[in-house]
Every structure is written in structure tokens, then in C-alpha cells.
């Protein structure tokens, strides 16, 4: 006809920039306003001396959800064409088979997004290297991170291109992809949910460190730790930055990026067989009559409709956990960002349900929900056998070379959280146990908890088997019986523990050292060094409650160069004797008396004080009290007082009984005995009969605060009892005597809002409340005491006295 | 050539088309005929290799249409609702096009653009329908395929338009030997372009035959009585449809046309008659399209405005 066009190749050719130019627009945009954004970070923080390599760290931890996030978006873009059914009519008319048009719209722009991926990886790589104190090399990094990144990209593109084939309109496709990147997820937590339950293990661990936790906690032994091996997005949430501890055990290998690494190339073989599989099955036989028709494949529906029931199952699941054994989640941003993907997919189920008529079938495909209840039945059947003996099994004793359990809460003599639980935060050593007859003891501990049925207090109790091979085996349990706490309690007795407290009562750090601070993490080092104890409390960097109090005033809280005392009353009233007041050979005679004492102290003496006198504390706060004004590190202003507050509440208490002679004698003699008896009278009585409590987190707990000078000068007073009930109802009250600043001292009423919606509740509506004459009041107080253990049913005694004050003791049975 | 044998389509448990036997010859047009969703375009998009057949098989020159790459180099598949690039103009369209057909020509693209008075450089979204379509020809033409596919291949252009398409349509052939399958509804179109036809009735193909075939395959004949006459004088011809007057008798009558011609003859009618059919009438015959006028004027007798 005419001749043919320069123009015209004679060959058929490969547009690249058709395929190509689409995702590299896209994906460097992204990528720039990522690192645009990083940048801005680093310069704000540089500029502003906000400088903070955690939280610069925590920035990348959404980088895979956005690498992730950009498959997905690419693929449907890339995609796309499957949706529109001109358009597919058009490009498969052209002659391309279909295996060969899904192979240059897959394969192509994957492997080109993925060498995108990985340089911004490396550009970012490069900037955090910039902004830590490195200990890794940072070739490692490198590979470790563009391992990383491929996988959600790998993840993404797969799921948006088969959800585009499967789907006749981006809806569904939108739909039935977030169903398929759920679903792990579901099932994850919906066994997540069931063996926190049965197995006792780590309910809110899991959820949190689903969701966007740093995964440094060394609580994460747990079953849902192994299940989230088997889910690919499980790395998506991770902080895949900054692996500077190097020297990180096999107990943590989950936390090393060799762990990812494996992981990765593990998933990435199972996607690339997963995407010919797809290739085999799907794109072969993929009609382009479905374009453009509502969700005709049984999978779609099956699919969309599994998941969001197995969600929903969960959720109903979880609320009825929670709602059973009062369990509060892990943080305010966990339970928002929970609320956020929850609230999303419910959004997108009503969506479908209103706009998409005929996209109905999606969701309730009876097929599905039949599948996701068996599915249920099933995890609920594998968890109540006790998930084939998963909690029971303990190691060979002759294999053990040492047992840790996580914290001596349960352990330190007759200490009582309901002080604010503050020593545990303080120091709570993780106590090695190394002599055959305790790890006995521990396993015999651990197969009772592990056939247990009662769960009557919250709270984490972790043993660490480390065997003779290296090789760690641990088992947490989140609920705790009462009669497993008294188990528990009896370690207090074992020959390790005590002279864990010989140590702690004996040592003293160099006080000669540069700085006071120092010298007690120095002493802390060395105890831990030469005892062998793993550990001793972290709480003194991490806590935010007592950043300030323990950065500032640890230093006067070491029991070791202790120099003051403070003297608790079974009125409460705190009697503060500084080196003014107190010789220093008092104190040492003092501590050594407390030692012998404790030695033959039964458990249930500890945990049961009924002849308790008082408290005494110890520390070396003398100088505390002739400065005015103390300032923190952080800026913040604090008085003498609160400073002291925090002290007393943060120091080593010792329950003082009439069975400890030791203790009393040197009481006696140094004149100290006289503050365990009470001056004040009771004016108004009241007896609370509590019901069984169930959460050790929220123990009842009822104190007063009143720090008084030898001269009985009141530096501070407040009052305050709260109570959680098994009703879930809040006894609270409290009412101060403090120092205004521009008027004298005087009383304040406190509605305490410990946490949300506890308002003022006196008195608790259910629970029997018997007022009772002062006499009688004085009378019961003498066996009454200060300390309370979670789990027992008991009753409170609370006390007004004439000057004001009030105060709350244990009654017991 | 193009050989579909025994096609088979379905949509679910519908079946669209079933058991499709035609032959298009090189050099040639090939018209499929038919009501509105009789399953025309579900035809050519197996032929296309766009649709999978659940059974048969479309054959390119020996080679089946579907998932083969090589075969299909040559096919060019206009379809009714073309897809352009976004906001391309009807050049950069074509360069699209351009890259997955390695003979296409420019100049003649720009030629039949030029014949359509179509601006190529229009962007395709500010096109009416009838020039969408101009530039999809301009685009098949230009993309010199072996067998070329147009479906609804009038629809929306004017009768100038038509006509040029129709020449251009036999130059092509001509020149090329070039197997060409068109869909329409204008039959007049067809016939005056197509060598042969098929007619699709809902599911199968009731009509295949060359165009001149088909006066020889149809013929109405009217007889006279002396006598009033039944249906039963008629017992042994072969006949699709009788109407009977008092003494008169028409009989549409297919097949071996003489034949029953002959047997009519035979029956002492005073006189005899025959008629060709035109397309139209065979298309009405054979899909049974007869408008009840009855019916129509039933539609709005309610209505008074």
C-alpha cells in the first residue's frame, strides 16, 4: 500500500518507559517525601539540641508499613488495567500471552522498585549510622536493612497484583487485599488471645509488640513470639534500625538482625513460589470477562469474608477477656492505634455494606464464616489442652546450669507495693538460682502454675532455664493463682535470696567516686558482678515516673551509705531522722540486726505481718533536707519534700514486727522505738469487707503520707486509699496537708484521677461498709497491718484521726 | 485465514455462543450478523484471544488464536468501546498501538486520517464518538494486520464516512489479502461489503453463507387457487412460513430453493409467483425480529399530553 514508516521497527518492542516510568514516579516520591522528612528531622533535632538517638530511631519504624504501603500502591497501579475492562480487552488483544503480560508487569517493576527500595534504604542506612553510637558495621547494616526492605515490598506488590486479577473492580480489590494481609494477623491474634488466656502467657505483650512496640523488652518469651515467625508482615513493625547491641544473647536472637535476615530470605523464597504458583493458576486461566463484575471468585468472598469474621471473633473475644479479668491494656497509643485498625476495617465493612450493595456476598459468605468459626474451635481446642504441654515443660534439672525468674517482687521482704510499688522498680534484681534443690523448687513452681486453673492476680512471672549447652528456655505466666503467689513467696526462703540481701546489706559503693549517681550504678554493677545476679532494675533509666527522683536523689537512696532513717508508724505517720538525729553506727548495727531477723522470718510472717509495728526505711538522705530547691536534669524544679516523698516511697522498707528481736533491741536502744507507737487518736472507724481482688497491678492500697521532723514539724500529710474491686469499683479518696506557695500550710481535698474515669467513689457502692466506735478501731488495729498481698479476701480498717489524717490497715481473716 | 471451530462460550452458567463453525477466507470480509446481544462481540473477542472458548478453538492460519503471541502479531482488534492512552492525542494513540505491532505504517495511518478529514493531532478526549472511531480505523489501517477484527464497525459514523470505510475496507483486502471480520448491525452495509455472512441467533449460527448464496437459499413465492386452499395442500414441501389468504397462499421457502419451487408447481395453483429476499428479510426471517405494530401503538394509548 505505502512504504513503511522509519518509524516502525519491523520488531516488536518492549516499551520500557510504559511499564516503568509509573511506579519510578510514584515510588521516588514517596521515597523523597520520606526522606525530606527524615532530613528535616535531623536538622530540627541537631539545630534544637533535641538530639536523641531513640527517638530518631523510633522514625523508622513505620518505613517497612510505608515500603509496604508502596507495593501495594504500585501494584494496583501497575495493575490496573485488570480493572478496566477496554483497556484489558485492548492489551490482550495485542497477542502478549497472559503469563508473558503478567511477567513484564510483575517482574520488571518489582525488581526495579526493589533496587529503588534498597538505595533509599541505604541513603537512610547511612543517616541513622550518622546519628548513633554505632557498634555494628555498617556493611552489616546495609545488608541486613535491604534484606529488610525487600520483603514488604515483596509482600505488597504480590498481594496488590493477585488481589487485582482475582477482583473485578478496585473496591474489591482494595477489600480483598486488606482481607489477605489480615488474615494472618487475625488468626495471630485471635491465638494470640486464647493463649494468653490458657497458657497464661503474654496477652498485651503481644498485642503491643504487634502493633509498634521497639521489641527491645526482654519480655517477649512467649508463644506469640514463635507464632510471628509465620507471618511475613510480623517485620513490618519493627524497628529495623540501629542494632547496636551486638553482644545480645541467644535468648534474644529474635532481636538480632541475623533473625531477620533469615526471616526474610526465608519469606522471600516462600513469595517467590507463592507468585509462580499465582502464575501457574491464576494468570493462565485469569478471564477478562470478570473485569468489571462484583467478586465472582469463591476465593475473594471466602477470603473477605473469613477475615473480618475471625476478626470480629477476636474482638468479641478480647472484650470478653478484658471485661473477665479486669486487664487493662498495654498503653493509651496501643489501645488507639488497635482502635484505629479495628475502627478502619469496621468503616469498610459498613462501606460495603451501604454503597456496595452487591459486593455483599464478600461478606457474608457463608462459607467463610463457617471456616473462621472451625478455625476458632480449633485454636480454642489446641489452647485449652494446654497447647500439648507447651507451659509445663521445664528442662532436665541435670541440663539446667541456672534458673532467673523475672523480678523479686514476690521476694522482697515484706516490702509492699502498696507503696507504690517502688522498690520492685527500683531495684528488682533478676536473681540467679543455681543450687539444685531451688531449681527443683522452680520447676515444681512452674508445673503448678502451668495446671493452675485460678487466675486471681495479674501480674508477669518469667523463669529463664539456662542450660548447660547455652541455650535458654523460657516460660511466662501473666495470671497467677493466690496459692501460686504464696509458692512463689516461699523462694524468699531459699538460701540464694537471703544472701542476696546479705549482699544488698553489706556492700557499699565507693562514694569517693566522681559523682554520687555514678558511684550507685558502679556499686549496683559490682553487686550484681560479684554475686552472679543477672540483673538489678533497669527501672532507673526507663521508668518516667521516677526519671526524675532516681536520676537526682539515687544517690541518697542507697541503703549500703545510708545515713538517715525514716521511722512508719502504724499511724502512717513517717518520723524522718537524718545524721543530726541518727549515729551512722546505729544504722549499720541496724542493718545487720535487720539481716539476722529476716534470716528466720517465715514466708507467711513476711507476707502476713500481723504483729507489725511499723516500717523502717534507710537511706542517705541527710543532705536532702538542708537544701531549699533541688533541679533535675531535665529542668524540672523539685522541693525538699518531694524529693523526700520520692524518696520514701522509692527506698528498701523493712516490715518491722515483735518477732524480730535483733531489729528491736537496736530500736530500743538507739531511742528509735518510741515512733512505732502512735499519739494520735481515732475519731471516726469504718470496715471495709473488700471482695477477692483480682489484679495485682491494682491492689488495693491505702496510705498516709505524713512526713514529719524528730521536733514533729510536718513537712508534708496526705491521705489517700483506693481500692479495685472484683465489681470493678473504685474506693478513692484523698486529702493533703501541704505547703501552698504563698499561703501557710494547709489541707487540700484530692479527687485522684489515677486513671481514666476514677473519679471520687466513697464510699464503694457494693461493698459492705461497718462503721465501728474509735475504741473498737484501736483494738483491731494492734493486729492489723500495713502491708497487703493481692488474691487474699480480707478487710480494711480505716481510720480518721482527730488531727485530720487518716490511714487504712489490713485486717486480717 | 480464520477458522473458528466449535466455539463455545459461556459467562457463568450462561452460554453465550455455542458451537460456532465459520471459515473466514484470506481476501475476504466475513459480516456477523444479529440482534443485540446475540453474542457478536463475544465471537470476535475469542476470535481475539481476549476470551477463552470452554470449548473449540479459533485458528490462525492453523494456529490457535488463544494465549499465542506469535499468530497474533497480525491480528488487529478494533473493538466497539476502543481504549486510548489518557490524554493522548490520536498520533500519540497510534505510537502506542505502534509498539506492539512492528509493521505499523505511519504514513498510511496518516493517510486514512487524512480520508476521514480527522485532525491527528485532536486529542482523543475532545473526539465525538464517530471520530473515536475514524481514529481506531486510522489506527487499524496503520497497523496493517493480517487479519483485522472491527467490531460494530459502522456504528456512529455518517454515510460519507461509511462509504469510505466500505472502499477502504476492499483496497485493504485487496492489497493485502487481508481476512477481515466486521460486526454490524446496518446490513445494508454488510452486504454491499461482506462476501460472506453469518447470522448469530442468540446462541448459534443460524445463517453461513457467501452473500450471493443467499437468494438461492431463500425465495418467497406466492400462488393463486381457483379454490380456497388449507395449509394441508402444502404436506409435502419444504417451507418455513405459510400465510393464507382465501385463495392465495405465500410460502417462505429455504433450502433447495427449485426443488420446492418445483413441488409448487406440481400443486394446480392458477398462477405462480417468486421473490428474492432482501438481507433484511432473511435477518427478520431468520431471527424471528418481527415488530407487533399492535403492540407499538398499545405502548401509549394511556398517554395523553
Request: some cysteine; charged content about 25%; proline content about 2%.
Amino acid at each position: 500500500m505505502t512504504e513503511k514508516s522509519n518509524q516502525s521497527s519491523g520488531k516488536r518492542k518492549f516499551n520500557l518507559p510504559h511499564v516503568f516510568n509509573k511506579n519510578v514516579v510514584i515510588l521516588l516520591v514517596i521515597y523523597a517525601l520520606v526522606l525530606i522528612y527524615e532530613l528535616l528531622v535531623k536538622i530540627f533535632t541537631e539545630s534544637f539540641s533535641l538530639y536523641n538517638p531513640y527517638d530518631f530511631e523510633q522514625e523508622f519504624n513505620n518505613l517497612s508499613i510505608i515500603t509496604f504501603a508502596s507495593g501495594c500502591l504500585l501494584s494496583l497501579v501497575q495493575f490496573r488495567f485488570l480493572q478496566l475492562k477496554t483497556k484489558c480487552t485492548t492489551i490482550l488483544s495485542f497477542g502478549e500471552s497472559r503469563k508473558t503480560l503478567f511477567r513484564k508487569n510483575f517482574w520488571f517493576p518489582l525488581l526495579s522498585m526493589v533496587l529503588i527500595t534498597i538505595g533509599f534504604y541505604v541513603i537512610l542506612t547511612s543517616i541513622s549510622w550518622d546519628f548513633r553510637e554505632h557498634s555494628t558495621d555498617l556493611l552489616d547494616e546495609y545488608l541486613a536493612n535491604a534484606l529488610i526492605a525487600i520483603l514488604p515490598i515483596f509482600v505488597g506488590y504480590t498481594v496488590g497484583a493477585f488481589s487485582s486479577m482475582v477482583c473485578g473492580k478496585t473496591i474489591e480489590t482494595l477489600f480483598f487485599g486488606a482481607s489477605i494481609c489480615a488474615l494472618p494477623f487475625s488468626l495471630f491474634n485471635l491465638a494470640d488471645s486464647m493463649f494468653s488466656l490458657f497458657l497464661k502467657g503474654y496477652h498485651s505483650v503481644a498485642w503491643e509488640y504487634w502493633y509498634f512496640s521497639n521489641y527491645t523488652s526482654a519480655e517477649v518469651h512467649d508463644v506469640t513470639t514463635i507464632l510471628s515467625f509465620f507471618d511475613p508482615l510480623y517485620t513490618l513493625n519493627l524497628n529495623v534500625f540501629g542494632f547496636d547491641d551486638k553482644d545480645v544473647s541467644m535468648e534474644y536472637w529474635f532481636e538480632t538482625p541475623a533473625f531477620y535476615i533469615v526471616k526474610n530470605l526465608i519469606w522471600i523464597v516462600i513469595f517467590i513460589g507463592i507468585i509462580f504458583v499465582v502464575e501457574k493458576y491464576f494468570v493462565k486461566n485469569f478471564q477478562v470477562e470478570n473485569c468489571d463484575k462484583k467478586g465472582k471468585s469463591k476465593l475473594v468472598r471466602i477470603i473477605s469474608a473469613l477475615t473480618p469474621a475471625l476478626m470480629i471473633e477476636a474482638v468479641i473475644f478480647n472484650y470478653i477477656y478484658e471485661y473477665c479479668f479486669a486487664d487493662a491494656p498495654s498503653s493509651i497509643m496501643v489501645a488507639l492505634l488497635i482502635g484505629v485498625v479495628i475502627f478502619a476495617f469496621i468503616t469498610a465493612i459498613i462501606i460495603v455494606l451501604l454503597f456496595f450493595k452487591k459486593s455483599k456476598g464478600l461478606l457474608f459468605n457463608l462459607f467463610g464464616i463457617v471456616v473462621s468459626v472451625a478455625l476458632t474451635l480449633l485454636v480454642f481446642f489446641i489452647s485449652i489442652t494446654g497447647c500439648f504441654g507447651y507451659s509445663s515443660y521445664s528442662p532436665d534439672a541435670e541440663k539446667i546450669k541456672s534458673v532467673s525468674i523475672n523480678d523479686v517482687t514476690y521476694l522482697i521482704p515484706n516490702y509492699t507495693i502498696d507503696y507504690y510499688g517502688s522498690i520492685d522498680e527500683c531495684l528488682s534484681p533478676d536473681i540467679n538460682f543455681e543450687l539444685k534443690e531451688e531449681i527443683e523448687l522452680i520447676k515444681d513452681i512452674q508445673k503448678f502454675i502451668a495446671k493452675d486453673s485460678n487466675y486471681d492476680i495479674k501480674d508477669t512471672f518469667t523463669i529463664t532455664y539456662e542450660l548447660e549447652d547455652g541455650s535458654v528456655v523460657t516460660r511466662s505466666f501473666t495470671y497467677l493463682s493466690e496459692e501460686a503467689c504464696e509458692k512463689i513467696g516461699g523462694l524468699w526462703e531459699t538460701e540464694t535470696v537471703l544472701n542476696f540481701y546479705k549482699t544488698i546489706l553489706n556492700q557499699s559503693p565507693d562514694i569517693n567516686s566522681s559523682s554520687s549517681e555514678y558511684a550507685w550504678f558502679e556499686w549496683e554493677k559490682d553487686l550484681i558482678f560479684n554475686n552472679n545476679f543477672k540483673n538489678i532494675g533497669e527501672s532507673h533509666y526507663d521508668d518516667e515516673d521516677f526519671d526524675y527522683a532516681l536520676d537526682d536523689t539515687t544517690s541518697y537512696m542507697t541503703i549500703a551509705d545510708a545515713d538517715s532513717l525514716v521511722v512508719i508508724g502504724k499511724d502512717t505517720v513517717a518520723t524522718c531522722l537524718t545524721n543530726e538525729d541518727i549515729e551512722r553506727d546505729t544504722i549499720e548495727q541496724l542493718k545487720k540486726a535487720l539481716y539476722e531477723d529476716y534470716v528466720n522470718l517465715s514466708a507467711s510472717q513476711h507476707f502476713r505481718p500481723e504483729k507489725q509495728l511499723g516500717i523502717i526505711s534507710l537511706a542517705s538522705c541527710s543532705a536532702l533536707l538542708e537544701n531549699e530547691m533541688f533541679y533535675a536534669d531535665e529542668g524540672e524544679e523539685f522541693t525538699a519534700q518531694e524529693l523526700l516523698d520520692d524518696w520514701k516511697y522509692s527506698l528498701f522498707k523493712f516490715s518491722v514486727t515483735t518477732d524480730m528481736v535483733n531489729t528491736i533491741s537496736v530500736l530500743k536502744k538507739a531511742d528509735l522505738y518510741k515512733y512505732f507507737v502512735s499519739n494520735l487518736t481515732v475519731e471516726e472507724a469504718h470496715i471495709i469487707d473488700s471482695q477477692k481482688l483480682l489484679s495485682w497491678m491494682y491492689l488495693p492500697q491505702a496510705f498516709d503520707d505524713v512526713v514529719r521532723t524528730k521536733d514533729g514539724y510536718c513537712l508534708s500529710a496526705m491521705t489517700y486509699c483506693w481500692n479495685y474491686s472484683k465489681n470493678g469499683v473504685y474506693l478513692q479518696d484523698g486529702c493533703g496537708y501541704t505547703k501552698d506557695s504563698d499561703k501557710e500550710y494547709g489541707w487540700y481535698h484530692n479527687d485522684w484521677d489515677f486513671d481514666d474515669g476514677y473519679d471520687e467513689l466513697i464510699p464503694i457502692p457494693k461493698a459492705d461498709i461497718k462503721k465501728i466506735t474509735p475504741e473498737e478501731a484501736e483494738k483491731l488495729r494492734e493486729k492489723a497491718f500495713m502491708t497487703y498481698n493481692a488474691g487474699n479476701d480480707c478487710k480494711f480498717l480505716v481510720m480518721k484521726y482527730t488531727d485530720g489524717t487518716a490511714n487504712m490497715l489490713v485486717i486480717p481473716d | 485465514m480464520i477458522e473458528i471451530k466449535g466455539v463455545t462460550k459461556k459467562y457463568g452458567d450462561y452460554t453465550a455462543i455455542e458451537n460456532v463453525n465459520v471459515t473466514v477466507d484470506d481476501s475476504s470480509v466475513f459480516g456477523i450478523a444479529g440482534f443485540n446481544g446475540c453474542g457478536k462481540t463475544t465471537l470476535l473477542n475469542v476470535c481475539a484471544g481476549v476470551f477463552k472458548a470452554e470449548e473449540g478453538a479459533v485458528f490462525l492460519d492453523g494456529a490457535d488464536a488463544f494465549d499465542n503471541s506469535k499468530e497474533r502479531k497480525e491480528l488487529f482488534y478494533l473493538t466497539d468501546d476502543t481504549w486510548f492512552p489518557v490524554k493522548s492525542s490520536v498520533k500519540g494513540s497510534a505510537k502506542y498501538y505502534s509498539e506492539y505491532f512492528p509493521n505499523f505504517d505511519f504514513e498510511v495511518f496518516q493517510e486514512v486520517c487524512d480520508l476521514f478529514g480527522l485532525n491527528s493531532k485532536s486529542n482523543i478526549k475532545s473526539l465525538s464518538k464517530g471520530m473515536k472511531k475514524q481514529a481506531g480505523l486510522a489506527i487499524a489501517f496503520g497497523a496493517s494486520p493480517k487479519y483485522l477484527l472491527i467490531d460494530e464497525t459502522f456504528d456512529g459514523l455518517d454515510p460519507h464516512k461509511r462509504e469510505i470505510l466500505r472502499k477502504l475496507l476492499l483496497e485493504y483486502i485487496n492489497t493485502t489479502g487481508a481476512s477481515v471480520i466486521i460486526s454490524s448491525h446496518n446490513l445494508a452495509d454488510i452486504s454491499d461489503l461482506c462476501d460472506h455472512i453469518a447470522i448469530i441467533n442468540g446462541k448459534s449460527v443460524i445463517l453461513n453463507c457467501a452473500i450471493e448464496d443467499i437468494s438461492e437459499h431463500y425465495r418467497k413465492v406466492y400462488l393463486t387457487f381457483e379454490n380456497s386452499v388449507n395449509e394441508e395442500l402444502f404436506k409435502g414441501v419444504n417451507y418455513r412460513k405459510c400465510e393464507l389468504t382465501e385463495r392465495t397462499a405465500t410460502l417462505l421457502i429455504c433450502g433447495d430453493v427449485e426443488k420446492e419451487t418445483e413441488k409448487l408447481g406440481n400443486l394446480g395453483a392458477d398462477s405462480i409467483k417468486t421473490e428474492l429476499l432482501t438481507l433484511e428479510e432473511v435477518f427478520s426471517e431468520e431471527t424471528e425480529a418481527i415488530t407487533d405494530d399492535g403492540k407499538i401503538k398499545s405502548v401509549f394509548r394511556k398517554k395523553k399530553i
